[in-house]
Structures are given as C-alpha cells and as structure tokens.
C-alpha cells in the first residue's frame, strides 16, 4: 500500500474509532502533537485520546497489524503525560479490527 493510502486508512480508522468510543468521555481529540515541556521538541502524537474524570485513554492505531511499534510509542507517551492524569493506553488494529490494552 502507498504511503498516502495507508495516511488515508489510518485517519479513517482513528475516526472510526472515536466515533466508536466517543460516548464514554467528556472529551475527545484526534491526532494531538504531545512536546516536550522543556524544550519545546515535538515528541510524538496521539492518535486519539478520551478524557473523562480525570481519566486519560491513550489509543494508537496502526492500519496493519504493529503491536510492538504501538507498545513502545504509547510507553514513549506514557512518560511525558504520567502527571496528567490516570493513563491507559490502548492499540487498535485496523487490519484485525481489535483493540488492546497495553500494559
């Protein structure tokens, strides 16, 4: 698959997803830049997250099936939002339509 249609795919699956998931949060956003406090430095991106109570879902979405590259990004994230929050952190497979909780 070309770069731009797996670009396309994965925006695709990640609205697809907080259509899915929307209703369980105050607040949902897609495709968030997360910086560096000090220094400014893009560090990576969300690929959606939900918000509620305090409560943070983190969810990566990869379009095939990229279990070990989505673990370390969400842990990757995990570190700069700790203080945010209470994190959970989730991998959604496009390509097997599953979602995971990522430990």
Do not use: F
């Not at 698959?1 to 795919?9: E, P, S, Y």
């Not at 697809?16 to 406090?37: G, K, S």
């Not at 570190?79 to 929050?85: A, D």
């Amino acid at each position: 698959m070309g770069g731009r249609k797996v670009q396309d795919r994965h925006s695709e699956l990640v609205h697809m997803l907080e259509e899915r998931v929307r209703r369980q949060y105050n607040l949902t956003a897609t495709e968030v830049e997360v910086r560096d406090p000090c220094t400014g430095q893009i560090i990576g991106e969300i690929d959606l997250v939900g918000i509620v109570d305090g409560d943070w879902d983190i969810y990566e979405v990869k379009v095939n099936d990229s279990p070990l590259k989505a673990r370390r990004q969400l842990k990757n994230l995990g570190q700069y939002l700790r203080n945010c929050g209470n994190l959970t952190l989730y991998y959604y497979s496009g390509i097997n339509d599953k979602l995971t909780k990522v430990d």
